[in-house]
Structure formats: C-alpha cells, structure tokens
C-alpha cells in the first residue's frame, strides 16, 4: 500500500529548505535587534487553552482545530495559532515577576483543520511576536515598525499597515449593542454562521467572506466612531508615533481580525501584488487574554505572519535567490584500499570548514571526476596507491584543469585562503 502525506500538508526538501533556513536568519536577526528572543512551546497543548485563549467564537476554534483524545482519554489540540501557547509559557513560568516588559518570538508549524486550497494548508508555519507589559502605544508602534523592518529586509517594500482600534470592555459593549441592533434588523441578508454568532459576537459578521453579510456590514455602525476616551486617545498616540517614523498607514474601520481576544490595536500589514494589497501579517494588542488565561492582567500585543506566504511572495518577486551550498572539494581515489586515507583527510578538511564530497562505492576514478565535475567542485583531490606511498595527494584544479602534487600533512595549508564555494 502506497502511504502519502496527508492532505494539506508539505515535504519541504533541501532546495526548499534553504530558502526557509534565509527566512528565518533573517527572522532571528532582527527579532534580536529590537530585544525579542526566541520562545519555543509544545506544538500540542491541553484543548481547553485555545477555547479560551482563542475565543470560542472564533472560525479556528469553531471549525479548523485539530483535536483529539489521548490514550488517557485528555482532549489534546494541535496549536492553531502561537499567542495562546506564548501567554500560558508567560504564566506558567512567571515570567510577569520581573514587572518589566517581557518580549518573545517564534517561529514553527500551526494546524487548522481547513479546506487545502493554494496557498492554505492544514500544517502551515508562522513567525509571531508577542509583547507583554506595556499597556502604551509604544509598544504597538514598536511591533508594528518591526514587522515592516523585516519585510523591507527582505526586499519587499511597497508596504501600507492597515490600522484600526476595536476597542476595549469599556466600551465595547455599548457598541455591541449598537451593532447587534444594526444586524439584527437586518438578520434575514446574513448567513446561517453569522446569525449564530451574533448574539456572542458581533463583530465576526465583518470577517465573513459572504457578499451578502459584506454587504450589510459595509453600513454597520464603525468601532472607531464608538471608542471610549482612553481607546480613543491611545488610538490616536500610535498614528502619531507612526506618522513621526514614516510608517506608510491607512485606517480600516472594518478591520477586526478573525480572533476574540483584540483590544484596542488590530492591524495588518499589506504589500502590493501587481496593484492589488494582500496581507502578509497581522496582529493586535489583547490586554486581557492574560486574565482571561488564568493571570493577574497584563497587557500584551503581537502579530503573526505566514511563513509559506512570505516565501510565495519572495519567490513571485524574485527576490530569493538560496541556493543549497555545493561542495568545496571532491576527494576522488582509487580503489577501496586507498578509502581510509581519503575519510582521514576528508575528516581534516571539514575540520578547517570546508564542505567535502566523496563516492562511497569506490567507483572508477573516471566516473568520480566526471561526478566531481557535475557537482561543480572549484577543487578535487586523487589519492591512489602510489599518492599514499609518497605521502601526497594530488589537487586538481577544476576550472584551470591543472594539477599539483601536495604533501598529506600540508593538505590544510593548501587549501587556507582560496576562493572556495558559497
Ligand atoms: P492568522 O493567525 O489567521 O491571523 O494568520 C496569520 C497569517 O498566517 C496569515 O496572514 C497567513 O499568511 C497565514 N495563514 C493562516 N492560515 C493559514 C493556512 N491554513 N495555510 C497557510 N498560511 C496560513
């Protein structure tokens, strides 16, 4: 019987994994940059976690989780998101003892249980940040200016963040209430989805792709004319901090995001696909997910962004260009007996750095140098019998076809300082 993967999911092979592995030094150098350090949690975790960390309302919770019993009968879920693991790590291990800001990231593989369609998977991977204990927009310009630091280091630039506040337990309920009168007029243009949820939450019907809820949703009462005084004028701090740093940034007053927990902040970031914008990341502040989580609350913001989404965009733009590092030298011999010296040498080289390939099989020295040659090695070494009686190997130089004699214990000397691959 022939075993596939299963549906919704990739094998990444090296050609691919060299572009992942560039993505993600270049996650790691600047998350550093800005003072986030990398947090790593159980790609599994007890179910109850995301239903209240995630929001019970939500479409991940609701339909996509991959969740199933274990053989003591505990419901188990594989992580659908990062955050909710991030905040249980932060109580777990006390991290709000310090009372100082505490920044994290990471990066890894998310499950949600969707239809596969291009581009949407089953396992998929996200790198995220989250920030805990600065409750000041500071904090959100900060995250928000990061995320655009490493898509322009990346080379994609032609970026517009959509911004908008949804508020906070202040005043939100009056606006739900607002909202929920506004829909409710207008219950019968809504889909079966959205009239379920709207009496716990409003809100989700502007993340519904329906055309019919977009359409009602287009003349909802908005957030951002609903907001409180202190909402309202940290709403108003972040787009000045933002405008002070040149931060290219539009409001969106339908902008909620697909998760319950949002306070305040909720944004995107968008780049420019052949004229349209499409989003590559987003995120928010949740100020009181902590609480909700079990803790003493604490304020926090963060944002994800799509691993596989930022390769395709890479990729469409040309602006990925990894390649699997190829081998330095080639250490060809002849005959089995000869194998010995050739993996004691080899073993030195690799000690001083260089990549070194070999046949394994003792083929005919023919088909090594013609194998060395398809490899692209600037260097190959033969070592025969009478090389091991003199004490010296010979070095070919592939591009110049030339070849030298050099003595086994120089072998490093040789090789220190030439233009060796990538
Ligand atoms: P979210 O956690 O839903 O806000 O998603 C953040 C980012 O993760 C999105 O912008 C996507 O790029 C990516 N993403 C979410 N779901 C999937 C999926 N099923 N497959 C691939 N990428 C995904």
């Not at 955050?83 to 777990?92: G, M, W």
Request: hydrophobic residues 35%; aromatic residues 10%; negative net charge.
């Amino acid at each position: 019987m022939k075993i596939s993967r299963p549906r919704g999911t990739n094998d990444f092979l090296p050609a691919e994994t060299v572009k992942w592995q560039h993505l993600e030094n270049i996650l790691k150098e600047v998350s550093c940059l800005y003072g986030f350090y990398e947090i790593r949690t159980p790609i599994f975790e007890h179910t109850e976690l995301f239903q209240r960390g995630v929001g019970e309302t939500t479409d991940i919770v609701e339909k996509e989780m991959y969740t199933f019993s274990d053989r003591k009968k505990r419901s188990i879920t594989l992580r659908p998101e990062g955050t909710a693991s991030v905040v249980r790590a932060y109580l777990e291990n006390k991290l709000y003892a310090s009372g100082g800001p505490v920044k994290f990231y990471y990066t890894g593989p998310m499950f949600r249980y969707d239809r596969p369609q291009a581009g949407r998977y089953r396992q998929f991977h996200q790198y995220g940040v989250e920030f805990f204990g600065v409750a000041e927009p500071a904090a959100d310009a900060e995250i928000i200016i990061l995320a655009e630091d490493i898509l322009e280091r990346l080379g994609i630039d032609d970026l517009e963040v959509s911004l908008n506040s949804v508020g906070c337990p202040a005043c939100r309920p009056k606006y739900y209430e607002k909202l929920k009168a506004y829909f409710a007029d207008r219950e019968d243009q809504l889909c079966d989805l959205c009239r379920s949820r709207l009496s716990r939450n409003p809100l989700r019907v502007f993340d519904c792709k329906n055309s019919s809820c977009q359409a009602v949703a287009a003349g909802a009462p908005k957030v951002a004319d609903n907001l409180c005084a202190e909402c309202e004028g940290h709403f108003s701090e972040l787009k000045a901090i933002l405008d002070v740093c040149g931060v290219k940034y539009s409001v969106d007053d339908f902008l909620v995001r697909g998760l319950d927990y949002y306070t305040k902040t909720a944004f995107e970031i968008l780049y420019n696909d052949g004229g349209t914008m499409k989003a590559v990341c987003g995120g928010g502040r949740y100020d009181n997910l902590v609480e909700q989580c079990g803790g003493k609350p604490v304020p926090g913001i963060g944002f994800a962004l799509g691993m596989e989404r930022i390769l395709q965009v890479l990729e469409e733009k040309n602006l990925i260009a990894a390649e699997i590092p190829g081998a330095d030298i080639y250490a060809a011999y002849v005959g089995r007996e000869s194998m010995g010296t050739v993996f004691g040498l080899m073993k030195r080289l690799r000690k001083c750095g260089y990549a070194v390939e070999t046949d394994y099989s003792a083929r005919s020295l023919g088909s090594q140098l013609k194998n060395a040659a398809r490899m692209k090695v600037p260097y190959a070494l033969i070592v025969g019998d009478d090389e091991i009686r003199e004490g010296v190997v010979e070095v070919k130089d592939m591009t110049a076809g030339t070849q030298e004699k050099v003595a086994v214990a120089e072998i490093e000397n040789y090789f220190k300082g030439r233009m060796l691959n990538d």
